[in-house]
């Protein structure tokens, strides 16, 4: 049973960075093939993919946010980290940590809702 | 960067209807589609990969179709369960956008 879950702050104030961690249980970050991918979803909107990190630790980052974003990973801990920098109110959203499935996600985490107020 | 293009962005339908989504990529995308399902407040949830594989678990009431640069998904006849906000992906190149979500409510 892969199961995923986010936490982080749920508020950060602007130009603050931002760091998140998905911590994971049913498989394994060492294993050939495994991945995970980092969603999120500002309210009332549609989702956007954030990034995505593999058990080969090549990493793939939305280009719109490549100079924010940085995706590591512990496998001895089972856990993904997510950092981004310079907050600004736009970034507020639900975050999502998935595992790769085709590339595509079949298991999602529940997501943790960020703020990003002064 | 490819753009995913959903219509209708709204649709309203009966339990019992059967209803299709389409999902357009800028470009070819071959098979490289997956759709989800998400409910107010909760995280999606995956329904199909490589556009017309259905997920371990979900229903046979839904199907997807398509490739290249079209696809739709199938709702045979709708459940109540089944109202909620429908989004494709694209994982052909990076980055693997979505589309923009159909909401899906009862008539």
């Known amino acids: 049973q892969i199961t995923l879950k986010e936490s982080g702050p749920p508020l950060v104030k602007p130009t603050q960075t931002l760091t998140l961690t998905c911590s994971f249980s049913?498989?394994?970050?060492?294993?050939?093939?495994?991945?995970v991918g980092w969603i999120r979803q500002p309210p009332g909107k549609a989702l956007q993919w954030l990034g995505f990190?593999?058990?080969?630790?090549?990493?793939f980052y939305s280009p719109s946010l490549k100079n924010r974003l940085t995706i590591t990973k512990d496998t001895s801990k089972n856990q993904v980290v997510l950092i981004m920098t310079n907050m600004d109110p736009v970034d507020t959203a639900t975050y999502y940590c998935?595992?790769?499935?085709?590339?595509?996600?079949?298991?999602w985490g529940q997501g943790t809702m960020v703020t990003v107020s002064s | 960067d490819i753009q995913m293009t959903q219509s209708p962005s709204s649709l309203s339908a009966s339990v019992g209807d059967r209803v299709t989504i389409v999902c357009r990529a800028s470009?070819?995308?071959?098979?490289?589609l997956a759709w989800y399902q998400q409910k107010p407040g909760k995280a999606p949830k995956s329904l199909i990969y490589?556009?017309?594989s259905l997920q371990s678990g979900v229903p046979s009431r839904f199907s997807g179709s398509g490739g290249g640069t079209y696809f739709t998904l199938t709702i045979s006849s709708l459940q109540p369960e089944d109202f909620a906000t429908y989004y494709c992906?694209?994982?052909?190149?990076?980055?693997?956008?979505f589309g923009q979500g159909t909401k899906l409510e009862i008539k």
């Open positions: 990190i593999y058990w080969d630790d090549d990493k």
């Open positions: 992906q694209q994982y052909k190149s990076y980055p693997h956008s």
């Open positions: 470009h070819g995308i071959s098979s490289w």
């Open positions: 490589d556009a017309t």
């Open positions: 049913g498989f394994s970050l060492n294993t050939s093939g495994a991945g």
């Open positions: 998935a595992h790769r499935n085709f590339d595509a996600f079949d298991f």
